[in-house]
């Protein structure tokens, strides 16, 4: 029923950009704090950015080269990535924050000479 369905990761050479997209449905999107988390090979969950009605967030290491947005009347949220680095490759995910949490399950950004 809920669903979140992350797309646009892939292979990048650094430097490179990368736009990701997540389509959510079954819930009430517009109300719903936004994010994205990654995790890169062998490390934990790292919170990248975030969208709610007071703004934009990102993590100091993104700052400056990735921007969140959403669309509201189509229930999707993006991230443009720019200035891609290695230490950028990892799983991101999608997330929505509110009276329970759901999570989409990922896609893989590998960014790689």
């Known amino acids: 029923q809920v669903q979140l369905v992350e797309s646009g990761g892939g292979l990048v050479q650094p430097g490179g950009s990368l736009r990701l997209s997540c389509a959510a449905s079954?819930?009430?999107?517009?109300?719903?704090?936004m994010n994205w988390v990654r995790q890169a090979p062998g490390k934990g969950l790292e919170w990248v950015s975030g969208?709610?009605?007071?703004?934009?967030y990102y993590t100091d290491s993104v700052k400056g080269r990735f921007t969140i947005s959403r669309d509201n009347d189509k229930s999707t949220l993006y991230l443009q990535m720019n200035e891609l680095k290695p230490e950028d490759t990892a799983v991101y995910y999608c997330?929505?924050?509110?009276?329970?949490?759901?999570w989409g399950k990922g896609t893989l950004i590998t960014v790689s000479a």
């Open positions: 079954g819930f009430s999107f517009s109300y719903y704090s």
């Open positions: 997330t929505g924050w509110g009276f329970v949490d759901y």
């Open positions: 969208i709610n009605s007071g703004g934009t």
